[in-house]
């Protein structure tokens, strides 16, 4: 493995602690407790979505992209995210529907790039893929504020005005991934001529 994939899987490991930091209540019950935790999660948050800017800009400067970073890459964005927007979700913040269409999307283009392996193409991220993970990025980091908003007690009215923010979000980035996935399809059909 690269010094980019080492970064990368890195995420691999901070999803799963951010899943357990957000479903764990608090140590202490108290106010000091949901601080911490807070904190907690918008470190792991921060350095998650940190290291998707490094890796890739390490890949290209000490020229070390490879076929199994185009394709590992990626399916840590998709893991790290999807935990974020599970979490978010089972807790009332975001709907269920956006995170099936973003899953059934995910799932596709995983398929996608399994069926271009198998013709000896690796298909790195394209620019919709990019905007898309911007906009998930934005998305997650409304949803946490909403999260923290709520969790800290700090209004109702600033708690719904957030939610309802990042639930339309949500929608966005549910419409751009199947805009994005559209544009993976092209590429595959375009493959295989």
């Known amino acids: ?5 080492k970064i990368t899987s890195l995420r691999l490991i901070l ?3 951010f899943f357990i930091m957000y479903i764990v209540p608090p140590p202490g019950g108290g106010s000091g407790g949901r601080i911490f935790v807070i904190t907690i999660l918008w470190v792991l948050f921060i350095v998650s979505e940190l290291t998707d800017l490094i890796d890739g800009w390490i890949a290209r400067r000490r020229r070390e992209v490879s076929n199994f970073g185009k394709l590992f890459d990626p399916f840590a964005d998709v893991l790290v995210r ?15 529907i956006p995170l099936l269409i973003i899953l059934y999307r995910e799932f596709g283009i995983l398929f996608v790039r399994i069926l271009m392996m ?7 991220a394209r ?5 898309k993970a911007v906009v998930y990025m934005v ?8 999260v923290s908003v709520k969790r800290l007690g700090l209004g109702d009215g600033l708690f719904a005005g957030l939610r309802l923010a990042g639930i339309v979000l949500f929608v966005i980035s549910a419409f751009i991934a ?6 993976y399809i092209t590429v595959f059909r375009k493959s295989k001529t």
Do not use: E, N, R, W
């Open 178 to 183: 199947v805009l994005s996935f559209a544009d």
């Open 139 to 146: 998305t997650g980091a409304l949803a946490l504020c909403t």
């Open 15 to 17: 999803a799963p602690v």
């Open 82 to 96: 999807i935990t974020y927007f599970l979490c978010f979700v089972v807790d009332g913040i975001l709907p269920v």
């Open 127 to 131: 620019m919709g893929g990019k905007i």
């Open 1 to 5: 493995m690269t010094l980019a994939d």
């Open 118 to 124: 198998q013709k000896g193409i690796a298909m790195g």
